[in-house]
């Protein structure tokens, strides 16, 4: 059995909708990258007409799904990997279209093979799920995995955390904290979380407890719900430990956690 006191999981999907997607850092992050990208675009031709991609995500943004997807519908039938991305992610929401979890897949797929790292993260959430198809836990990590090497955090989370669980691939800690790791430099509060657990508990390491108590301040920093592992770690650390996890959490923040001394 899993010792899994402390250690949060989750479910990420990459959806335009709160109820499946938790709306993550880096699909906003995304988001924000598309729509300065478009307004370039728009400032570099002044008069000129918007492309139909462009024309489809304005329709989605004032909530005319059916005009989107009748755009996506059509560059996905030349093998646009994003609209074919965008027709998937419709399907699964039912925006525009009845949800059809089949078609979703359908979609989905033919958008990950060509290396969409949104439609790899998402099939592999459907098929950890059984959401539309028979779960599958090696066909999940196969998809996380090819999305988490693309540097998707989410993804990372997910293959961390089929490791840690034995889910399509034998338990597997060291594995496990690898794949935490690459996510919390990413700034994923519960993939931070997690690695504090592994270092309070020694999961596949030496137990640190200065290091465990870096990460679960850094967890803290963005998620309240982690907040309560150090507490009550910081009462057992010596000063010397807790001078030591003070000066590894001043290096590890700036800049962008990639001083962590991992």
């Given at each position: 059995q899993v010792h899994c006191q402390g250690v949060r999981m989750r479910t990420a999907f990459r959806s335009a909708t709160p109820d499946i997607d938790m709306t993550k850092r880096l699909q906003?992050?995304?988001?924000?990258?598309?729509?300065?990208?478009?307004?370039l675009v728009f400032l570099a031709r002044p008069g000129l007409a918007a492309t139909p991609m462009e024309e489809a995500y304005a329709a989605s943004?004032?909530?005319?799904?059916?005009?989107?997807?009748?755009?996506?519908?059509?560059?996905?039938?030349?093998?646009?990997?994003?609209?074919?991305?965008?027709?998937g992610r419709a399907y699964s929401n039912g925006e525009g279209v009845p949800q059809d979890?089949?078609?979703?897949?359908?979609?989905?797929?033919?958008?990950?093979?060509?290396?969409?790292?949104m439609a790899q993260s998402n099939l592999g959430v459907l098929y950890k799920n059984g959401t539309g198809?028979?779960?599958?836990?090696?066909?999940?990590?196969?998809?996380?995995?090819?999305?988490?090497l693309w540097g998707n955090p989410?993804?990372?989370?997910?293959?961390?955390?089929?490791?840690?669980?034995?889910?399509?691939?034998?338990k597997n800690y060291v594995e496990a904290r690898?794949?935490?790791?690459?996510?919390?430099?990413?700034s994923d509060a519960q993939a931070q979380n997690n690695l504090g657990v592994i270092y309070r508990?020694?999961?596949?390491?030496?137990?640190?407890?200065?290091?465990?108590?870096?990460?679960?301040s850094l967890s803290a920093d963005?998620?309240?719900?982690?907040?309560?592992?150090?507490?009550?770690?910081?009462?057992?650390?010596?000063?010397?430990?807790?001078?030591?996890?003070?000066?590894?959490?001043?290096?590890c923040r700036h800049p962008d956690y990639q001083d962590c001394g991992e």
């Amino acid at each position: 059995q899993v010792h899994c006191q402390g250690v949060r999981m989750r479910t990420a999907f990459r959806s335009a909708t709160p109820d499946i997607d938790m709306t993550k850092r880096l699909q906003r992050r995304m988001l924000i990258t598309f729509v300065y990208l478009i307004a370039l675009v728009f400032l570099a031709r002044p008069g000129l007409a918007a492309t139909p991609m462009e024309e489809a995500y304005a329709a989605s943004q004032r909530g005319d799904f059916q005009t989107a997807v009748s755009i996506w519908r059509t560059l996905a039938q030349t093998s646009d990997a994003m609209a074919q991305y965008n027709l998937g992610r419709a399907y699964s929401n039912g925006e525009g279209v009845p949800q059809d979890y089949n078609e979703a897949i359908r979609w989905y797929t033919l958008a990950a093979e060509t290396g969409n790292v949104m439609a790899q993260s998402n099939l592999g959430v459907l098929y950890k799920n059984g959401t539309g198809v028979p779960q599958d836990y090696r066909e999940a990590l196969k998809w996380f995995r090819l999305a988490a090497l693309w540097g998707n955090p989410d993804a990372q989370f997910q293959v961390a955390q089929m490791h840690w669980l034995g889910q399509g691939t034998p338990k597997n800690y060291v594995e496990a904290r690898k794949w935490f790791l690459l996510s919390a430099k990413q700034s994923d509060a519960q993939a931070q979380n997690n690695l504090g657990v592994i270092y309070r508990d020694g999961y596949g390491v030496k137990s640190n407890l200065a290091r465990a108590y870096m990460w679960f301040s850094l967890s803290a920093d963005k998620d309240s719900n982690a907040a309560k592992n150090y507490p009550a770690l910081k009462q057992r650390l010596s000063p010397s430990q807790l001078a030591e996890a003070n000066i590894m959490l001043l290096k590890c923040r700036h800049p962008d956690y990639q001083d962590c001394g991992e």
